[in-house]
């Protein structure tokens, strides 16, 4: 159990007693030292639970080791899935699906679109595992071939997405195709004028609640449903360079 292992399962609220204990006995065995830990790896994962608690936190203190809490961004927690992945804690599966569960919460306008992506992987990786005939809508089949390559090349386009500033709430990413610019969406109109909109598109074959730029009054789409991997980059590529806006 390495430490940054432990500090994402911690996050995940996915951490055990005895994932503690194997972590001090790990530490020990990799040049980590202190009091606390020689005693947190002696600790008995079933009956010394309370134990357990206070020596690894008075071990954080004595190692200046910093925790993330699970109410913390989930941007932080992400580079510890990449470590995880590279020193082959996560197989690709399990660091895709843990991405996946960092696109949390429940207004979907609150979550952070940068995590959008991997909860479609995820769904079409489960989908997979009962030939499911839908599973190409979530994320098509050549790209997901090598789930290596996929979270490597997913893992780039995430980290693009940090360094342009992409913000932390909106749900998805979305790219205006005609003006090459993200923009917010238009607010969807309350109750009483949805029904009418909707008795109208009824009417003409249209969908009033495509989502909408703000800014040019173009259909937005999904970039994260920007299929084709060298398309995406080309977005990124000119977002990068300043030429259009995000």
């Known amino acids: 159990m390495t430490t940054n292992h432990l500090l994402l399962k911690r996050y995940l609220e996915e951490a055990a007693s005895s994932d503690h204990v194997d972590w001090a006995v790990w530490g020990l065995c990799n040049e980590l030292d202190s009091p606390s830990l020689r005693i947190l790896g002696g600790l008995h994962p079933d009956k010394e639970t309370d134990e357990i608690r206070f020596y690894f936190k008075r071990t954080c203190r004595e190692l200046n080791l910093q925790t993330l809490e699970s109410d913390e961004s989930p941007r932080l927690a992400a580079p510890l ?3 995880c992945f590279v020193a082959k804690d996560l197989t690709a599966r399990e ?3 843990t ?3 960092l696109y949390k919460g429940d207004d979907f306008r609150k979550k952070d679109p940068l995590f959008a992506v991997w909860d479609d992987i995820a769904e079409a990786i489960y989908l997979d595992d009962y030939n499911d005939p839908d599973k190409d ?3 098509p089949a050549n790209q997901r071939s090598d ?3 996929t979270f490597d ?5 995430f980290h693009r997405g940090l360094n342009l500033g992409v913000p932390e709430s909106g749900g998805r990413l979305m790219w205006c195709r005609r003006h090459e610019t993200f923009a917010p969406m238009k607010p969807k109109p309350p109750g009483l004028a949805r029904r009418i909109l909707r008795r109208i598109s009824d009417s003409v074959h249209t969908d009033p609640f495509d989502e ?3 800014a040019c ?3 937005m789409h999904e970039l994260d449903q920007v299929e084709d991997w060298t398309r995406r980059s080309e977005v990124f590529d000119l977002l990068e360079s300043g030429k259009v806006r995000s």
């Not at 090349?153 to 386009?157: D, L, M, V």
Request: aromatic share 16%.
């Open 147 to 149: 789930l290596n390559k």
């Open 99 to 101: 991405m996946a569960q």
């Open 212 to 214: 909408v730029s703000s």
């Open 217 to 219: 009054g173009c259909r």
């Open 153 to 157: 090349t997913e893992w780039s386009f």
């Open 137 to 139: 809508m979530y994320y």
């Open 81 to 83: 899935i990449h470590s």
């Open 95 to 97: 660091a895709i699906c």
